[in-house]
């Protein structure tokens, strides 16, 4: 089959979206290694008693006013305008169009799926994927419609914790069951949760946690409410493909400054409340603690996506963003390689650190992992046009093959 050339669509990529891609790529690492570690499944009084017990409360506390959701944020909106791109082409194509847009998700679907089954639990690709399959039907909307959609399913949430308070009914709650079910069959239980990845000898138990795993995140999706926030995030999205905003950042220079002073002014302070909140276990509420992640969260992932493009506005000539750009245009196979890396550092199939070590430790650990990301994908990308994955999706996609090579 002829290969399909691939230069130019290379040439014409945004280097700020791939930049910020890479941005959000850190702190997602940032976010999700304490996980891999371990760390997050032991009690209090285990993780203070660790020699970097003192410094990890102060961790703890600025991962949750500077980087809990607000990185997985960036990273939704960014898919937000990468579907309104591809829409767009499916809109100028017709039909068929639409076909190769639904393939897509399909496929995307698949590879979270496998993801979370085969390598970690905490998977985020197949709830994008879902959710992606249903912004066809807001591309009509105008794009203030589009703000007016996404603020509807930002506060949806919160009154859904109102109706649960009101009516004493959870709808999570049978699968908070299942998931404590699936987990007593594989003799998964609180007394050995924490240490079962570390002290696992075999992919077979490693796999056996993944399995209760899955009911976990489904639990955990439908508990927290999170489609609603992700279809949110990606509306947001598709108003900024609407409004080209990315593809003329001087133009809208002055909306960038109005949002990022906004963001920083109510998400700051709302951060800290949260922080509060979140490290005291929830004192005020789970009402009032779902308002102000929305009111902490969201703010402040808009503020950092609005001050990053004013700031390469400003020094766009700094290599800074061509490293960050690496990692970014490689997004799904880093996204993968981060919960390889994971598995390698802290389970038993690997070197078994997990459960052993602090808070510090894990996020220096995330920032080491990201680092030589972005040094391999600089190094890849010299010789090949995309990362191995996106090459694979890209050739499922459309049923052709594509030239990697350059």
């Given at each position: 089959?002829?290969a399909?050339?691939?230069s ?7 280097v700020t ?7 959000a790529l ?6 999700n290694?304490?996980?891999?570690s371990?760390w997050?499944?032991?009690d209090h009084e285990?993780?203070?008693k ?6 990890d ?13 607000k ?11 990468g579907?309104y791109?591809i ?8 039909a068929n ?17 496998a993801h979370?089954?085969?390598l970690?639990?905490?998977d985020?690709?197949m ?5 992606g ?7 009509n909307?105008k ?6 959609w996404s603020?509807?399913?930002f506060l949806?949430?919160?009154a ?6 009101a009516?004493g009914?959870?709808p999570?709650?049978?699968?908070y069951s ?9 003799g998964?239980?609180?007394?050995n ?6 002290d696992?000898q ?8 993944l399995m209760?795993?899955?009911v ?6 439908v508990?927290g409410?999170?489609y ?6 990606f ?18 220079s002055?909306?960038l ?7 920083f002014g109510?998400g ?5 409340i ?8 929830e004192?005020?509420?789970?009402i ?10 969201y ?6 996506m ?10 766009r ?9 690496y ?6 196979t ?8 994971g598995?390698?550092l ?10 052993t ?10 920032t ?9 994908c ?11 994955l996106?090459?694979?999706?890209r050739?499922?996609?459309?049923g ?5 090579r350059?």
């Amino acid at each position: 089959m002829k290969a399909e050339n691939t230069s130019q669509p290379v040439k014409n990529r945004i280097v700020t979206l791939d930049a910020l891609r890479g941005f959000a790529l850190l702190g997602i690492a940032l976010a999700n290694f304490p996980e891999f570690s371990l760390w997050t499944f032991l009690d209090h009084e285990t993780q203070m008693k660790m020699q970097t017990g003192s410094l990890d409360a102060i961790v703890r506390c600025l991962q949750y006013l500077l980087v809990d959701g607000k990185f997985y944020t960036i990273f939704s909106v960014l898919f937000g305008i990468g579907f309104y791109i591809i829409i767009s082409h499916a809109i100028q194509r017709g039909a068929n169009g639409f076909r190769i847009f639904y393939r897509r998700m399909l496929i995307l679907l698949i590879i979270g799926l496998a993801h979370l089954m085969l390598l970690w639990s905490g998977d985020i690709l197949m709830l994008y994927a879902a959710i992606g399959m249903l912004l066809p039907l807001f591309r009509n909307c105008k794009p203030k419609t589009l703000l007016w959609w996404s603020g509807f399913f930002f506060l949806l949430p919160t009154a859904i914790e109102v109706w649960r308070a009101a009516s004493g009914i959870n709808p999570a709650d049978m699968l908070y069951s299942a998931w404590w079910n699936t987990a007593s069959a594989y003799g998964i239980g609180e007394e050995n949760f924490a240490g079962w990845l570390r002290d696992a000898q075999s992919y077979k138990e490693m796999n056996a946690f993944l399995m209760q795993g899955a009911v976990e995140r489904m639990w955990e999706f439908v508990s927290g409410q999170r489609y609603f926030k992700v279809l949110a995030l990606f509306l947001v999205g598709f108003y900024v493909g609407k409004r080209q905003i990315f593809s003329n950042l001087e133009a809208h220079s002055e909306l960038l400054r109005r949002v990022t002073k906004i963001g920083f002014g109510i998400g700051l302070p709302m951060s800290f409340i949260y922080a509060w909140s979140s490290m005291s276990g929830e004192p005020i509420g789970s009402i009032l603690h779902s308002l102000i992640y929305t009111l902490s969260v969201y703010p402040m992932g808009f503020a950092y996506m609005s001050g990053f493009s004013l700031l390469y506005l400003r020094h766009r000539n700094n290599r800074v963003w061509n490293m960050l750009a690496y990692p970014g245009r490689m997004a799904l196979t880093c996204y993968i390689m981060q919960s390889v890396a994971g598995i390698i550092l802290f389970y038993g199939i690997g070197f078994g650190m997990g459960a052993t070590a602090g808070l510090t430790f894990s996020e220096f650990a995330a920032t080491a992992v990201f680092a030589a990301e972005t040094a391999l994908c600089a190094l890849w990308l010299k010789h090949f046009n995309f990362g191995p994955l996106e090459w694979i999706w890209r050739m499922f996609t459309y049923g052709k093959w594509f030239k990697i090579r350059k």
